[in-house]
T-cell receptor, first 111, second 113 residues
Framework: ETGVTQTPRHLVMGMTNKKSLKCEQH?????MYWYKQSAKKPLELMFV???????ENNSVPSRFSPECPNSSHLFLHLHTLQPEDSALYLC??????????FGPGTRLTVL | TQLLEQSPQFLSIQEGENLTVYCNSSSVFSSLQWYRQEPGEGPVLLVT?????EVKKLKRLTFQFGDARKDSSLHITAAQPGDTGLYLC?????????????FGKGMKLTVNP
């Protein structure tokens, strides 16, 4: 596979569930990102990892927990989410702070 | 307040028409990017403009970066149904020794056959 892949593509979960989103990049990049895309809002940067270390957390609620075991993989662990967390969650990667390459996203619905 | 304002937010046109999308800010950006996002997919980079006044062409798409590096425009000539999608502008803004990429809300374009 090439580029940035995300699984699952669609996820429906209840507010008491625990689930994880997975992102994998095959581009040899050293930075990975999680974004949230909601209707009528700009893309919101959630987390940034450089060389597996978290370098940015944009005041994201603790019910979202990122994990970056290596430079190619990024996870977003979800627990006790709220309906307003329903959105498209996009993963991206880049070499340093240059052009970001996005995955197709996970469409999350919280019931 | 929105750092990058895009206008219009929605546009529905007929095939063959021309259109211009604007991306405006009161802030200066070191560079600015345009992305297109199709339904069910992530944004795909179209172009990066770096120099004030720069004009870049990509087939029927013409991108311009404002002289003061605060605004940009995207002009599409003879739009086609395949141009349908969400067009996002994003600017690199210096922050804490590095640069942060900030996005506008996007312009949703529908080109009808």
């Amino acid at each position: 596979e090439t580029g940035v892949t995300q699984t699952p593509r669609h996820l429906v979960m209840g507010m008491t569930n625990k689930k994880s989103l997975k992102c994998e990049q095959h581009l040899g990049h050293n930075a990975m990102y999680w974004y949230k895309q909601s209707a009528k809002k700009p893309l919101e940067l959630m987390f940034v990892y450089n060389f597996k270390e978290q370098t940015e957390n944009n005041s994201v609620p603790s019910r979202f927990s990122p994990e970056c075991p290596n430079s190619s993989h990024l996870f977003l662990h979800l627990h006790t989410l709220q309906p307003e967390d329903s959105a498209l969650y996009l993963c991206a990667s880049s070499q340093a702070t240059y052009t970001q390459y996005f995955g197709p996203g996970t469409r999350l619905t919280v019931l | 307040t929105q750092l990058l304002e895009q206008s219009p937010q929605f546009l529905s046109i007929q095939e063959g028409e021309n259109l211009t999308v604007y991306c405006n800010s009161s802030s200066v950006f070191s560079s600015l990017q345009w992305y297109r996002q199709e339904p069910g997919e992530g944004p795909v980079l179209l172009v990066t403009v770096v120099t004030g006044g720069e004009v870049k062409k990509l087939k029927r798409l013409t991108f311009q970066f404002g002289d003061a590096r605060k605004d940009s425009s995207l002009h599409i000539t003879a739009a086609q149904p395949g141009d349908t999608g969400l067009y996002l502008c994003a600017g690199f803004k210096p922050q804490g020794g590095s640069e942060k990429l900030v996005f506008g809300k996007g312009m949703k374009l529908t080109v009808n056959p």
